[in-house]
């Protein structure tokens, strides 16, 4: 199973960003998806997650309303658009599967991408 994250990068704060997750070797429309993101010296906190059929989406207060999270199962892609960023938002950005729905805890996923870095400059 692999999971490539990609689209992070530097961007100015009140600025936008889309990640992209492309996975492989995973019945994909099986699997909840979620984005998590991480600074060094914390622990990993969840950012949103989406159910394998897109009905429904969890965000963490403090993203809501500014990202969107979205999936394409013919693509076997996840996508977490960023709208208003800010510097609290700079961390590396995890994708993760999970069969079970609505995980907030990073336990509750089997696989993991490599992480992409986004930087948002004040």
């Known amino acids: 199973v692999q999971l490539q994250a990609s689209g992070g990068g530097l961007v100015q704060a009140g600025g936008s960003l889309r990640l992209s997750c492309a996975a492989s070797g995973l019945t994909f429309s099986s699997y909840g998806m979620g984005w998590f993101r991480q600074v060094p010296g914390k622990e990993r906190e969840f950012v949103a997650v989406i159910s394998w059929s897109s009905d429904r989406a969890l965000y963490a207060d403090s993203v809501k309303g500014r990202f969107t999270i979205s999936r394409d199962n013919a693509k076997n892609t996840v996508y977490l658009q960023m709208n208003s960023l800010n510097a609290e938002d700079t961390a590396v950005y995890y994708c993760?599967?999970?069969?079970?729905?609505?995980?907030?805890?990073?336990?509750?996923?089997?696989?993991w991408g490599q992480g992409t870095q986004v930087t948002v400059s004040s």
């Open positions: 993760a599967a999970g069969l079970a729905w609505g995980r907030v805890n990073p336990t509750g996923y089997t696989y």
